[in-house]
T-cell receptor
């Protein structure tokens, strides 16, 4: 069965370190997204990609970057982690962009000390 | 960008009762409105969606209504069951931008 997986599921890091969260999907979807989930804010879009070599900034992109070298993967990098980036991060993919169903990964809980 | 407000933030009902969650959006051009359910510790999953050319959509015990004039849409769950307990998120899409509401934690008491 097709799926979308994230790793690591839990990570603790220190302020100033670089962190990369991996996202891998086997749906063969062109559209991939990264969201962060914080209490009282719902899901907020960080970056998204509509295909290989395509990346776009979302609502809360400062301090994050992504790259898309193939269809299956969209890694999220925190260049210099800050305590404000402590959150749960969800990767998602879709066939129809944001006008169709988003398939979410299991989430990655990141704690920045 | 689009702004989505969701109410209430928490909702507690007795098993068998109905539950209603409401969302408002700011841009009248928004055209796609999904609802996601997130059980504790799990990923969000789509439960129902509606497009701007439709006023109501049903799927068994859940329904969504859209009022484009008032710019609000609602999720209705009838005959609630304990397994309906979760956080529900609404969202609205304008062009390539989907914005989520802050979520409603629904608790169904047996």
């Amino acid at each position: 069965d097709a799926e979308i997986t994230q790793s690591p599921r839990h990570k603790i890091t220190e302020t100033g370190r670089q962190v990369t969260l991996a996202c891998h999907q086997t749906w063969n979807h062109n559209n991939m997204f990264w969201y962060r989930q914080d209490l009282g804010h719902g899901l907020r879009l960080i970056h998204y990609s509509y295909g290989v070599q395509d990346t776009n900034k979302g609502e809360v992109s400062d301090g994050y970057s992504v790259s898309r070298s193939n269809t299956e993967d969209l890694p999220l990098t925190l260049e210099s982690a800050a305590s404000s980036q402590t959150s749960v991060y969800f990767c998602a993919s879709s066939e129809r962009g944001v006008t169709g169903e988003l398939f979410f990964g299991e989430g990655s809980r990141l704690t920045v000390l | 960008g689009e702004n989505v407000e969701q109410h209430p933030s928490t909702l507690s009902v007795q098993e068998g009762d109905s539950a209603v969650i409401k969302c408002t959006y700011s841009d009248s051009a928004s055209n796609y409105f999904p609802w996601y359910k997130q059980e504790l510790g799990k990923r969000p999953q789509l439960i129902i969606d509606i497009r701007s050319n439709v006023g109501e959509k049903k799927d068994q015990r859940i329904a969504v209504t859209l009022n484009k004039t008032a710019k609000h849409f609602s999720l209705h769950i009838t005959e609630t069951q304990p397994e309906d307990s979760a956080v529900y998120f609404c969202a609205a899409t304008l062009n390539n931008d989907m914005r989520f509401g802050a979520g409603t934690r629904l608790t169904v008491k047996p």
